[in-house]
């Protein structure tokens, strides 16, 4: 289990605070190769932007979780290396499909994650929505499978 932290990432909270009380917005792009997370890393660094790096279910699988992972990491490095003190990047899920890929997400350090339960019926997307919230609010050091 790695903390995003660890990785150098931001959560969303303090990121859209921030955004709300200084009357901005904050880009979200979706990546799937080194090249497009470059271009999205030296822009939010040019436009001292803080940025939202998603990835989606099919990214995950075109990209392998891992590496993902160790992109984003590579990331905040990289913003470093381009003069960024402090690099305001998140590493999000984008629309993920059910617990399990939420909880591989948090247990390897996302920021965030959405779970998308539209195509179930209402009583259930509710309870799986509270499934993952409950588990991204554990202590890292706490969390255990609940499936």
Do not use: W
Not at 56 to 71: D, Q, V
Not at 76 to 88: F, M, S
Request: net charge positive.
């Amino acid at each position: 289990m790695v903390s995003y932290k660890k990785l150098g990432l931001v959560n969303t909270k303090k990121m859209f605070a921030k955004a709300v009380k200084g009357g901005y917005a904050i880009p979200a792009f979706n990546f799937n190769t080194m090249e497009q997370m470059q271009a999205i890393i030296q822009a939010a660094v040019e436009t001292k932007s803080p940025v939202i790096m998603q990835v989606s279910k099919g990214a995950r699988k075109y990209a392998n979780p891992t590496i993902l992972r160790y992109m984003a990491e590579g990331a905040v490095q990289y913003a470093k290396e381009l003069g960024c003190k402090k690099p305001q990047i998140v590493l999000h899920l984008d629309h993920g499909d059910s617990f399990e890929t939420c909880k591989s997400c948090i247990d390897s350090g996302f920021s965030s994650v959405m779970i998308d339960g539209s195509s179930l019926p209402f009583k259930e997307n509710i309870k799986l929505t509270k499934k993952v919230v409950n588990y991204a609010h554990k202590p890292s050091t706490t969390r255990t499978s609940t499936t």
